[in-house]
C-alpha cells in the first residue's frame, strides 16, 4: 500500500489542523492505520491509531481529547483531526499502515512521507 499524508502548516497555539493521509494499492480496509510524530531532535512517537472497522481507536496520552483519528472506506483515507494545538505538537507527522497495529513503528509495515505541522506561541 502506498501512503500520501498532508495538511501540515503553520498554526497559532490553540487553533486546528486536519491532516489527511490516502492510501492507493492493497486493500485499504485490512489495515491498522496509526498516526506517528517526530519532533525536531527527538525520537519518533505514537500519536493515534485505529482499528480495521474504524470501530477502535486509541491515542497516546499527551493527545487525548485533542487529536481524533477517524478512516473513510470511500476515499481510502485516514484523518487526524488536531484540535487545542500546543507548541509542543510541533513535529513532522507521519502515516502508516500495519496488519497488526500498536504504538511501536515497527508494529506498522507502510509508511507516508511525512508533512511538517509547527505551532507557534
Known amino acids: 500500500v502506498q501512503l500520501q499524508a498532508s495538511g501540515g502548516g503553520l498554526v497559532q497555539a490553540g487553533g486546528s489542523l486536519r491532516l489527511s493521509c490516502a492510501a492507493s494499492g492493497r486493500t485499504f480496509s485490512r489495515y491498522f492505520m496509526g498516526w506517528f510524530r517526530q519532533a525536531p531532535g527527538k525520537e519518533r512517537e505514537f500519536a493515534a491509531s485505529i482499528n480495521w472497522s474504524g470501530r477502535s481507536t486509541y491515542y497516546t496520552d499527551s493527545v487525548k481529547g485533542r487529536f481524533t483519528i477517524s478512516r473513510d472506506y470511500v476515499t481510502n483515507t485516514v484523518y487526524l483531526q488536531m484540535n487545542s494545538l500546543k507548541p509542543e505538537d510541533t513535529a513532522v507527522y507521519y502515516c502508516?499502515?500495519?496488519?497488526?497495529?500498536?504504538?511501536?513503528?515497527?508494529?506498522?509495515?507502510?509508511w507516508g512521507q511525512g508533512t511538517l505541522v509547527t505551532v507557534s506561541s
Open positions: 502508516a499502515a500495519g496488519n497488526t497495529g500498536g504504538t511501536q513503528s515497527n508494529d506498522y509495515d507502510y
